[in-house]
């Protein structure tokens, strides 16, 4: 266990909806990440807060947008969902974040399907 | 860019060495290591800093060469629990953060 948590473990939407995935990172950890895994396109890095400001930015699309709020818990906001946003979802925390040179704890993982 | 990772899969008897490449065709900052097994999430192995830094804990052990942006991950004596996918990340030079993770690697120890 990490102690990355993520929620919820299993999404099921169809095309068009909107989607909010959430993370809460360990204990201390500023930095969260996300992360998208698809069979196709592989481990695809999305975005970096840290302390409730975007850090970096990776091959986020413009439909997603992603937030970290005060208490430093995460969310992901997915909309105009697409069959091919369908993938696994991360989300990692660090202790801190000037540049991603930090260990990152992997969270569980939550599961997209979009039909 | 995404770097390339070498070989794309493995298959090993317990006890034997491999060796698993990361080449990226920018400058590199730092690169990462991670291991992920089916169904869970990536765990993290270690990160290489500086040019021909060479981090590891007991038979996981790794190697940055910074000009040539390539780094190495040598597991020796594997042992089953090492099966997985290795994956390196890197961490470009001069693009603000951006993280890229490679290929992925499969490898599978078997008795």
């Known amino acids: 266990d990490s102690g990355v948590t993520q929620t919820p473990k299993h999404l099921i939407t169809a095309t068009g909806q909107r989607v909010t995935l959430r993370c809460s990172p360990r204990s201390g950890d500023l930095s969260v990440y996300w992360y998208q895994q698809s069979l196709d396109q592989g481990l695809q890095f999305l975005i970096q807060?840290?302390?409730?400001?975007?850090?970096a930015k990776g091959n986020i699309l413009e439909r997603f947008s992603a937030q970290q709020f005060p208490d430093l818990h995460s969310e992901l906001n997915l909309s105009s969902l697409e069959l091919g946003d369908s993938a696994l979802y991360f989300c990692?925390?660090?202790?801190?974040?000037?540049?991603?040179?930090?260990?990152?704890?992997f969270g569980p993982g939550t599961r997209l399907l979009v039909l | 860019q995404q770097p390339v990772q070498s070989p794309q899969a493995v298959i090993l008897r317990e006890g034997e060495d491999a060796v698993i490449n990361c080449s990226s065709s920018k400058a590199l900052y730092s690169v990462h290591w991670y291991r992920q097994k089916h169904g869970e999430a990536p765990v993290f192995l270690m990160i290489l800093l500086k040019g021909g830094e060479q981090k590891g804990h007991e038979k996981i052990s790794a190697s940055f060469n910074e000009k040539k942006q390539q780094s190495s991950l040598y597991l020796t004596a594997s042992q089953l629990s090492y099966s997985g996918t290795y994956f390196c990340g890197t961490e470009e030079r001069g693009t603000g953060n951006q993280f890229y993770f490679g290929t992925g690697t499969s490898l599978t120890v078997i008795p």
């Open positions: 807060y840290y302390n409730g400001e975007e850090r």
């Open positions: 990692a925390s660090s202790v801190g974040g000037a540049r991603i040179q930090e260990t990152q704890y």
